[in-house]
Nanobody, 114 residues
């Protein structure tokens, strides 16, 4: 069993920054991918950013240039630094881990006020 514990969400004004963290624990044999998805009210869940075990990153177009994903393999932790936040970034952000199975965190709310 794998557990994902997220932290770092909250309320911030437009233009501000937040840093999300997701720590994985449990029976982890190998991690192929860790990433962040988000789901705004009434919308589908979408990939924001991801990072492979080899450090290759990918970003949603809306996140490029503003968000940075990083990973500490020794701690099985992934981070999402979010800068220049916009009201449209408001959503519940979910951590995602892919190994032999896919796991999701419980979600953390990010609210950006205008």
């Amino acid at each position: 069993q794998v557990q994902l514990v997220e932290s770092g969400g909250g309320l911030v004004q437009a233009g501000g920054s937040l840093r999300l963290s997701c720590a994985a624990s449990g029976s982890i044999f190998s991690i192929n991918f860790m990433g962040w998805y988000r789901q705004a009210s009434g919308k589908q869940r979408e990939l924001v950013a991801g990072i492979s075990s080899g450090g290759i990153t990918n970003y949603a177009t809306s996140a490029k240039g503003r968000f940075t994903i990083s990973r500490d393999n020794a701690k099985n932790t992934v981070y999402l630094q979010m800068d220049s936040l916009k009201p449209e970034d408001t959503a519940v952000y979910y951590c995602n881990l892919r190994s032999q199975r896919t796991y999701w965190g419980q979600g953390t709310q990010v609210t950006v006020s205008s």
